[in-house]
């Protein structure tokens, strides 16, 4: 038995290495017809300047790289090495001279997916250095290789088999310091997830070499459309030890084929001249920093070629290192691609010499198609949780953050965003638990995106330009501990759920230099400050210093002329007030509005709109009243709001409503929950509280869809931040038969006040009786409706015209509530936040009892949901995946199931 050459087997290496280094000359003349969108290719020429794509001389449409990258600069190569058929790619490179790691993001349609990726260089002397750099290569979070250019002619290409967790995959370039990373070319294509099955979610295969047996021209390079999965066959031409065995018919692939080898590439194959020889070639292991002794995955193609009479037999064994690799003999098919390969990966020797014989039985020599070896890699580090990913970018993009924000966030670390913290626990994806975005000059408002970082603990956005309200979606990250907004723009108030949390404790919030943040730190230095140093008390009609400074009112200023344009000189008067009149106004878009103009001869007025102002255009709530504008020119004053069409709530408990319709349980109960709402972010939301101090039905307005909103803020005074239990003021406020009695006895109002004057309004609401009635005294309805509930009956105080209409318990509880929050002692009263949770049960009692009869309730239609799940179903059933387990005839190896399994024709 002979060897074959010395020569042979070095030849067979250098084709090998070639792979990886062809040259550009035999690039350039690559034949390929590939084509992008319906194969799913993406195809980038790096550093085309520019937004249109060419289709390339082999029929590969190449997009320009902008869309995929942010940084680096684009750059020609140099005219030496511009050849007339060298192809358009090679022309220009992406180089990235600034930042340790520069990353293309590759968007791809579904997560979970398996790709073939190329990355190709050719250095050119872009920089004019002539000098070759060295530099890592990443995908995702994961070492895939180093690129180590070692000539401005060569054409460095590196492909890997990886299988992407997410819908989309990004390429890193790591400068290692060893010269500038650039990049020419960059290759996506999507594979069956059944392909090459030693790709899985924690191995990649990085191609070593893929070589095609028997063309006889060095130039015939095979890829799609002969391949439709775009893998690029080098010839091995070696007319000396081996001749070629080919045919022109159609050599098939197996049903379930788990590598594919395209028709052009198995209908040649070698077989020694000799017909004694063995066919033997090898590759050299090639240690890694990380990994000395890389493992390995071979794949050897095999078919058949000729049609051999019975009495022939062509039978081989397929050794590795002198040790049989495939344990039996191998005969393979006629016309069927059939292959030999390891799933798992050899690590052992610095050489792994091939060697295929012809056994004892054979009476013709072996023969071998193709050949691919890859390398392992792990990709068993798992990219920064996915949700964490797409808020920070989108963050990133939003702010135009430039930074080192590119690649994932967390990962590696040495590369990990900067500003941003992570934890990384072993069996999960790293987590963002920090982020510092101080002095970063962030402009805009804070983005809804910081909302979706769920396991942030610290978020620092001071000293930026931020403006607009603050999320309350923020209070929902429940592992927030630290929210540092100082320094900024905000306006608005701090929200309720972030007041909650500051309530419990659980979150510290920092806020101070906001001027317009409705909080201690904010307005009430100039505005809400209850004490007689406020500058309400300085305020005179003829000071404008005064306006300028305290009134710095967000909303449109009018003129008196034209308030009398909008009201028509006053024509509508939509009611009286102490203060003077309001009219009915209509703005130049249509919007009709509602204007409160201070009469001539009111002088307490002036202070009173001045607070009302002052309060409107700092704290915001659907339930609260909203001014439009105020006027302020000479001796006229007036504030214009929205327009509530339905007026207030007195006159609808009256009966005297718009439409004299009498408002139902449920309505009563809804309008009740809604001014608690707006109440309770008096107390709660604004910081210090606010005391409306003038709760009552008149002032609860009503828009065209009965929803409530809180009026009249003239009265409204701001807790002392120092001691929050009270509010000093001189003289008593607010409307008989509402008044806290405590209040009346300290002149001391508290938010219990509010809790009291609530209890009354809601009581009317219970009874469609007046605060005092008469009965035939006059009488509180406090009383009134004590004396009748302590008989027990609820059906003696309930409003009558309702005509049993309700939920008796969802009545029950709302009187209760009203007793409550009416009780004399202000400890014993409920927060408006326990009114609106009692409330909110009230209106579910009454929700319930209204569905639990039929009928008043159609905004479910169950017929069309049953409809689209079974359509869901329908479409599993016809759409899922089988997953084809791999019937490896072996322990160790993967074979190609043959005849069994393949069409019947033969
Ligand atoms: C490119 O594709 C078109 C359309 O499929 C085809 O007609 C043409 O022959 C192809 N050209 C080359 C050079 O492959
Ligand atoms: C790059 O390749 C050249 C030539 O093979 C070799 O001399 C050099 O050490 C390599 N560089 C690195 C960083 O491995
Ligand atoms: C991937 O393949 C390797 C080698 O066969 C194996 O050790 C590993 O468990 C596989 N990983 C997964 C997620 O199947
Ligand atoms: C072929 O290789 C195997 C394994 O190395 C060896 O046992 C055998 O003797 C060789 N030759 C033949 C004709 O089987
Ligand atoms: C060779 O042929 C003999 C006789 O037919 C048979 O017993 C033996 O299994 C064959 N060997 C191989 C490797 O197929
Ligand atoms: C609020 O008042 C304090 C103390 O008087 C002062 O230091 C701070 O600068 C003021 N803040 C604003 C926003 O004016
Ligand atoms: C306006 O009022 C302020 C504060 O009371 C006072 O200092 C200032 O002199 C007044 N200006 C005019 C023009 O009256
Ligand atoms: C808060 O007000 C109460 C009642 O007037 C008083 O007793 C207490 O000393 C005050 N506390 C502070 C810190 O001012």
């Known amino acids: 038995m002979e060897q074959s050459t ?60 902008a869309a995929f990258i942010d940084t680096g600069s684009n750059s020609n190569i140099s005219v030496e090495y511009v050849t007339p058929k060298l192809k358009k790619l090679y022309l220009n490179v992406r180089s990235f001279p600034d930042g340790a790691r520069n990353c293309y993001t590759l968007r791809t349609a579904n997560a979970g ?30 070492f895939w290789t180093m690129v180590n250019i070692t000539a401005a002619d060569a054409v460095v290409i590196q492909e890997a088999i990886v299988v992407v967790p997410e819908d989309f995959v990004q390429v890193c370039l790591v400068n290692t310091g060893t010269g500038t990373p650039f990049i020419t070319g960059l290759e996506l294509r999507p594979l069956k997830s059944t392909l090459y099955p030693q790709a899985n979610a ?46 022109t018919n159609r050599v098939q692939n197996l049903d379930d084929d788990i590598f594919e080898a395209p028709s052009k590439v198995m209908q040649t194959a070698i077989t020694p001249r000799n017909a004694s020889m063995n066919i033997e ?51 393979p098919d006629y016309l069927y691609s059939d292959s030999i390969s390891n799933d798992n990966p050899v690590r052992d020797n610095a050489r792994y010499n091939i060697s295929i014989n012809a056994t ?91 909302a979706d970082i769920k396991a942030v603990q610290y978020l620092d956005l001071s000293h930026n330009n931020l403006s607009g309200t603050i999320p309350d979606s923020l209070s929902q990250l429940s592992s927030l501990t630290v929210l540092d907004l100082t320094g900024n723009q905000l306006s608005g108030s701090i929200p309720s759920g972030l007041l909650k949390r500051i309530q419990d404790g659980s979150l510290n919030i ?6 317009n943040l409705c909080t201690d730190a904010g307005p009430t230095n100039t505005t809400l400050k209850p004490q007689n140093e406020t500058p309400m008390s300085h305020v005179t009609t003829n000071n404008s210093t005064y306006e300028e400074r305290s009134l710095q009112l967000e909303n449109r200023r009018f003129t008196y002329r034209e308030l009398e344009i909008i009201t028509n000189n006053f024509q509508r008067v939509l009611g009286q007030g102490g203060f003077g009149s309001v009219y009915h106004g209509l703005l130049e878009d249509g919007t009709q509005v509602a204007i409160k103009l201070r009469s001539d001869s009111s002088n307490q007025g002036v202070k009173e709109f001045v607070a009302e102002a002052q309060i409107l255009t700092q704290i915001h709530h659907k339930n609260l009243v909203s001014m439009i504008g105020y006027c302020k020119d000479g001796e006229y004053m007036a504030l214009v709001y929205e327009y509530m069409p339905e007026g207030n709530l007195q006159e609808h408990i009256a009966g005297n409503g718009h439409n004299r319709k009498l408002l139902s349980w449920r309505q009563r109960l809804k309008i009740a929950l809604e001014s608690a709402q707006g109440l309770e972010y008096l107390h709660k939301g604004c910081n210090p509280p606010l005391i409306h101090r003038d709760v009552k039905a008149t002032n609860i307005l009503l828009n065209s869809k009965l929803e409530a909103k809180i009026a009249d803020f003239g009265l409204s005074k701001a807790f002392n931040r120092d001691n929050d239990t009270h509010v000093s003021t001189n003289s008593l406020v607010g409307t008989p038969g509402y008044v806290d009695p405590e209040y009346q006895n300290t002149m001391q109002p508290t938010t219990k006040s509010d809790v009291y004057s609530f209890g009354v309004m809601l009581l009317e609401l219970v009874t469609g009786r007046p605060a005092v009635l008469r009965d035939p005294e006059p009488i509180s309805i406090i009383q009134w409706s004590r004396q ?29 509530i009203a007793l409550k929050c009416t009780m004399v002692a202000s400890t014993q009263r409920p927060t408006m936040t326990d009114v609106v949770m009692l409330l909110q049960e009230c209106l579910e009692l009454q929700q319930a009892c209204i569905d639990g009869s039929g009928g008043m309730n159609g905004n479910f239609s169950t017929g069309s949901s049953s409809d689209l799940y079974s359509g869901y179903n329908a479409y599993n059933a016809h759409g899922q995946f089988t997953d084809v387990s791999q019937g490896s005839t072996d322990h160790n190896f993967l074979r190609v199931p043959t005849m069994a399994k393949g069409p019947a024709a033969r």
């Open 6 to 65: 010395p020569w042979a087997m070095a030849q067979a290496r250098s084709r090998l290495l070639l792979l990886c280094l062809a040259t550009a000359a035999s690039v350039s003349v690559l034949q390929a017809r590939a084509q992008t969108d319906t194969m799913g290719f993406i195809s980038i020429d790096c550093g085309l300047p520019g937004t249109a794509s060419y289709l390339d001389t082999s029929n590969i449409t190449y997009v320009p790289d």
């Open 113 to 142: 997916h398996k790709f073939l990726l190329r990355a190709i260089f050719m250095y050119g002397n872009h920089d004019g250095l002539g000098r070759p750099p060295v530099f890592d290569l990443y995908v995702g979070v994961n």
């Open 202 to 247: 924690t191995q990649g295969l990085v191609l070593v070499g893929r070589l095609n047996f028997g063309p006889t021209d060095q130039t015939d390079i095979i890829r799609y459309p002969d391949d439709l999965h775009d893998r690029i066959w080098f010839p091995w031409v070696n007319p000396t030890n081996w001749a070629v065995l080919s045919t």
């Open 281 to 331: 070639f090898y590759w050299d292991s090639e240690p890694q920093p990380k990994d000395p002794t890389p493992g390995y995955i071979g794949i050897l193609y095999f078919s058949e070629l000729q049609l051999l009479p019975s009495n022939v037999v062509r039978q081989f064994y397929i050794n590795l290192n002198g040790q049989l690799w495939y344990p039996r003999g191998m005969t």
């Open 360 to 450: 004892a039985n054979s009476t013709l020599p072996p023969i071998i198609n193709a050949v691919e070896v890859f390398s392992v890699i792990s990709t068993r580090n798992v990219g920064t949780d996915s949700v964490d990913v797409s808020a920070i970018t989108a963050i990133k993009a939003k702010y135009h953050i430039l930074k080192n924000w590119m690649g994932d966030p967390c990962l590696p670390k040495n590369f990990a965003w900067n500003g941003l913290t992570c934890s990384f626990a072993i069996s999960s994806a790293p987590r963002i638990t920090g982020i510092n975005m101080s002095f970063s000059g962030l402009n805009g408002d804070i983005s809804s995106s910081f």
């Open 510 to 515: 920092r806020y101070g230099n906001n001027p």
């Open 788 to 816: 009748r509930l302590a008989r027990g009956n609820i059906e003696d105080i309930v409003d009558p015209r309702m005509h049993g209409n309700y939920d008796i318990n969802s009545v029950w509880k709302a009187a209760d």
